[in-house]
């Protein structure tokens, strides 16, 4: 079992030598705890990504409804959990980071989908997905070409990204105007995101 030294140590190498401080710092202090309540439950990395996955699709199908937001939250916390609780776990593998990336686009989709069922426009929706699965696309090709840094952080990271789906279902499920609106801004934020991210690979592969 791995010391709280030794889990850091592991996801500090796993994220380009990320410094592990302020908010990650807090976050992994969470999570090396849940890493060992999983460990001691006989909880797997996998199924935790699954139990994030179906999350998500519970997130889609009771997208009216408050039980929308509870399972947006959980499928979030499982995609943040599991990758932690394999390295608490020394089951980090190389199959688990692609269930872990394929999962997370189709939980995207699905949160999506909520917000189209909340009253967003679907070229919205349709196109906050596509450029959020481009950006992490161009992440995936650095690392395919040995760009091993974490490279720079945007601000329509995942959680990010989930918070502004979080805001649009509370705005619907209140009836208060600003879904479209902050959908854009939400779009906005997504785009500026992406040519961060091309930005960033163009300076790194010249």
């Not at 699709?57 to 990758?83: K, N, P, Q, R």
């Not at 696309?137 to 040995?146: C, E, H, I, T």
């Amino acid at each position: 079992m791995l010391t709280k030294e030794e889990f850091y140590a592991k996801w500090s190498s796993l994220h380009g030598d990320a410094a592990i401080t302020g908010v990650v710092a807090g976050w992994l202090k969470i999570s090396y705890r849940f890493g060992l309540l999983a460990t001691l439950l006989r909880v797997s990395p996998n199924v935790l990504t699954i139990l994030g996955l179906l999350s998500a699709g519970m997130t889609a199908l009771t997208a009216t409804t408050w039980w929308a937001v509870f399972f947006l939250v959980f499928s979030l916390f499982c995609d943040g959990i599991d990758g932690s609780v394999a390295i608490f776990q020394k089951r980090d593998s190389a199959w688990g980071a692609t269930l872990d990336s394929v999962v997370d686009r189709i939980s995207e989709a699905f949160w999506l989908y909520a917000l189209y069922a909340a009253g967003v426009p679907a070229w919205i929706s349709i196109t906050l997905w596509s450029i959020s699965a481009f950006q992490e696309y161009a992440r995936a090709k650095l690392v395919s070409l040995g760009v091993s840094d974490i490279g720079i952080v945007t601000p329509a990271e995942r959680p990010m990204r989930a918070s502004f789906i979080f805001i649009i279902l509370i705005l619907a499920l209140l009836n208060l105007p600003g879904v479209v609106l902050v959908a854009s801004i939400f779009l906005t934020v997504q785009v500026i995101s992406f040519f961060m991210v091309v930005l960033y690979a163009r300076r790194q592969l010249h």
